[in-house]
């Protein structure tokens, strides 16, 4: 709901630990706020730290076969990956397919009590586990590469995650006696233009993120008070639709991290030259 760039008050632009971000993953201001209008919160295991188990959280699924990114390190850096490598991409898979049934089943949950339900997919970033049917492709599966050289690994899992949120979204729809919000978002595009990090086409490709809300209360209202925004407003519109908040409508800004972290560059004429 904020700029990062914010945080430059606190940090030096050539910091490099990014703990600090961590840490207001585990007491953000949404969950805060969904909390206090008597909302449960259910985070789904993502397999990365970070989300992983968030600390705000009143209920975690998936945490029984989590795989830190550290543990994946140490295990494929070691000789046992030869012999793990099988189990080790199963487990992530298992993973997926995890969040993928909590999520599709949450719209069951009993407690008379409305949820908010956070999941972070790790696919259809690499490394890529599925292809689009949902098997596996031994020549795609790569755990110790996580660029972004194979496009028909990446297309393929990407058909994959659509068929699945597809399927999932219409599911709750049709089994929800209240409509459900829906917030689809990527945190970052595709990265095939990655050794050339810093030409405009490049930050293009990267910034050019999904950001897809499914929302009745705000459908309802004058489309012209609407107008395209990035994801920094996402929730600021939810909240003010639903609860009554008052929340300022940010300016449509869109800053890149070149040189480190908190390093951050405004490209918003690259990205939104009519903004």
Known sequence: MNYL????????????????????????????????????????????DPTGKILIADQTECDNIILSRMLTNLIITSMLYPITFDLLAEAKRDQV???FEQLENIHKEKDNQPVFVFTHFLIPHPPYLFNSEGSVD??????????????????????????????????IISN????????????????????????????????????????????????NNFDPFTSVNTFR???????????EILDNRINFPQGGPFNFTDVTQIIMPNN
């Open 237 to 247: 519109y939810v909240l003010n639709s639903n609860f009554g908040t008052n929340f």
């Open 97 to 99: 397919k995890c969040a």
């Open 176 to 223: 929800s006696d209240t409509s459900p919000i829906f917030i689809i978002q990527s945190d970052h595009g595709s990265r095939f233009l990655d050794n050339l990090p810093s030409s405009s086409e490049s930050i293009q490709e990267q910034t050019d993120i999904l950001n897809a809300l499914y929302n009745v209360n705000i459908a309802k209202q004058d489309p």
């Open 138 to 171: 031994p020549e795609s599966l790569d755990l110790e590469s996580y660029a972004w050289s194979n496009k028909e690994g990446y297309i393929g899992q990407v058909q994959f995650v659509n068929k699945k949120i597809i399927g999932i979204v219409e599911k």
């Open 5 to 48: 760039e914010n945080l430059s008050q606190k940090v030096k632009p050539d910091h490099k630990d990014v703990s600090l971000t961590h840490k207001m993953i585990d007491n953000n201001q949404v969950m805060k706020i969904f909390k206090a209008n008597g909302y449960k919160i259910i985070n789904i295991d993502s397999g990365w």
